[in-house]
């Protein structure tokens, strides 16, 4: 067997293979797509992916600050601007003594310094549950929450919930998920070069 060895031919060969298989476009919903399909090698998660009617007006640039669920989301998404509160020593603290998760009390904290940011929860379904409590008591008003948590429990239940939102969100209605899902999904738009045109 010959392997392709070269990383450039890797990767546009990878991504050629999907958007056979899925039957994509060259638009950035299907890029957002293809991207989270070779980030996780999994075609039918992908295939769960939806916007919301206004995503397009949650588009963002390297400008913006984007809070993240966990860090390995943070280091996984291509911006210096990109902010995860799970360790810091008040968040553990209060987990402790509240008996809650440290990424439900982590994404208040980021409400309250950040609460215009975009939101990336990538693995914990409890981040994610706290965000839309946050908008739903108008506490915070993201610019965007891109919605993949992975897991058995609350984790599509939660992503039903961003369905009800008013603001520009992309999520998949599926247990599958996770944390490369969601750093992929911001890089597709943080390196698509129509995002700094507009869209029309």
Known sequence: ?????NPEEIYSKSFGIIKNIMGLDDSLKSKIIMRAAHATGDIDAARSIIFSENFEDGL???????VTDIN???????SNK???HI??????ESSKSMHISRSYIAIKKA????PEAVYVIGDAPTALISIIEEINNKK???????GVPVGFVSALESKQLLLKVKIPFITNLSIKGGSAMGA????AILSDKNVHRGYT
């Open 111 to 114: 409400c309250r310094e950040m």
């Open 87 to 92: 360790n810091d020593d008040d968040v553990i």
């Open 184 to 187: 992929a999904i911001a890089n």
């Open 1 to 5: 067997m010959v392997y392709i060895l």
């Open 72 to 78: 390995m989301v943070k280091y996984g998404i291509g």
């Open 140 to 146: 915070c008003n993201p610019h965007m929450v891109i």
């Open 60 to 66: 963002f640039d390297q400008n913006y600050n984007i």
């Open 82 to 84: 990109t902010y995860c």
